[in-house]
């Protein structure tokens, strides 16, 4: 089933919805700039005509601009005959060749034994050189993720992507594209719902081992601190806005193609007057998921050692409509294909505890859902090194 070429889309695990946004939402990116999206999303729906929705993508650093556009969304079934089983047994993705990254890591573990911060989301990038289609890359990620949230987003031709290291290179619009396995919230009406995931394992092609992982995950006393740090401090901030918070004791876990997830499954009522879900989400954003703890010491440790800034990697992508209701995920698995290329993203949470080479050998196992949906590489599609932004 192709998907085609809409300029949003957003694919749930029952529905796919497309728009074609109008003129983007202009609001001045830095400090505060995801209070004041949500501030001109509500006033741009005021004014907008039934079936209307923001839609679009917020950064993970909100001095990169967000990508938000009023415009009118349809929503179909979701049908795919894909399955989400065990790993087809081919390499992960590139694991050996990134001593930056490995150096990162021991130097976030260092701070965070000094005691600087609790957690730290520390991310790497992979840049494939060549021409991509996004939307044959999109039509992969949909047929290899049934259960996930696959999108697709056209970015400004000046956003962040694989051709920034081009001066004057703009050309044709950059395109998001990815297939996330977390929702960050879900609002309708006074309802919410929220599925934080923290703590992973690479899945096994074994079937018998894969479910050895899977049950070594989630006895994982590690993995286990990892998410409920994400979890209580979900818990801190929703509390005060809800007038019924229902948080299971202990997580289960689900899988993706290429990994297994530790995920709770958050369900609250929330307290009049009700947010809308761009303001829940500006407020949750960036969770310890992707940011790490405390927030602020955590973002200062992300400046300082990941080698390129994220762009829309860990932002949020989704839609609101004019009641305030709406959906946004976490942009996880994600890449920006430019002209010339693709860049990829992928992270793991650092703890005082961690071991870089696990560390490293996790984001490989998340480079290979984008990696799988790119199929076998030609020659000329290489691996080009990213230039420190702090060189």
């Not at 505060?32 to 917020?58: D, I, K, M, N, T």
């Amino acid at each position: 089933m192709p998907l085609g070429p809409a300029r949003f889309l957003l694919a749930t695990s029952r529905h796919l919805l497309r728009a074609h946004p109008g003129p983007p939402l202009r609001v001045r990116p830095g400090p505060g700039q995801f209070a004041r999206v949500a501030q001109s999303a509500e006033r741009a729906l005021r004014h907008a005509g039934p079936g209307r929705c923001v839609v679009g993508a917020l950064p993970f650093d909100e001095n990169t601009p967000a990508v938000l556009a009023v415009g009118r969304m349809y929503s179909t079934a979701r049908t795919t005959v894909a399955t989400c089983g065990a790993a087809p047994p081919r390499p992960a993705g590139p694991s050996a060749a990134d001593p930056a990254y490995l150096a990162a890591v021991t130097e976030v573990v260092r701070r965070l034994r000094a005691g600087d911060a609790r957690k730290v989301v520390l991310a790497r990038s992979l840049t494939l050189a060549g021409r991509f289609d996004p939307t044959v890359t999109l039509d992969r990620l949909y047929r290899n993720n049934p259960g996930g949230h696959v999108f697709r987003l056209d970015l400004d031709p000046c956003a962040p992507g694989p051709d920034a290291h081009r001066p004057g290179v703009r050309g044709p619009r950059r395109t998001l594209v990815g297939a996330s396995p977390e929702l960050l919230l879900s609002r309708h009406g006074d309802r919410l719902l929220l599925n934080p995931m923290g703590g992973s394992a690479p899945r096994h092609p074994d079937p018998a081992l894969d479910r050895a992982r899977a049950a070594e995950l989630l006895g994982s006393a590690r993995e286990r601190r990892e998410h409920a740090l994400l979890v209580d401090e979900l818990r801190r901030v929703l509390t005060p806005l809800c007038t019924r918070l229902d948080i299971p004791d202990r997580p289960d876990v689900v899988a993706t193609a290429r990994v297994w997830h530790l995920s709770t499954r958050i369900q609250a009522r929330l307290r009049p007057p009700v947010p809308s879900a761009l303001a829940l989400a500006a407020l949750l954003h960036p969770t310890p998921a992707v940011c790490g703890l405390p927030r602020a010491a955590a973002r200062t440790l992300i400046d300082h050692l990941e080698t390129h800034p994220r762009g829309y990697y860990s932002g949020l992508v989704g839609w609101m409509d004019r009641h305030g209701d709406g959906r946004w995920i976490i942009a996880l698995r994600c890449a920006v294909v430019g002209r010339y290329g693709i860049r990829l993203w992928a992270g793991a949470g650092i703890l005082p505890e961690s071991d870089p080479e696990a560390e490293l050998a996790e984001t490989s196992a998340k480079f290979a859902t984008m990696l799988d949906a790119l199929g076998p590489l030609p020659v000329e599609h290489r691996l080009v090194p990213v230039p420190p932004r702090h060189a």
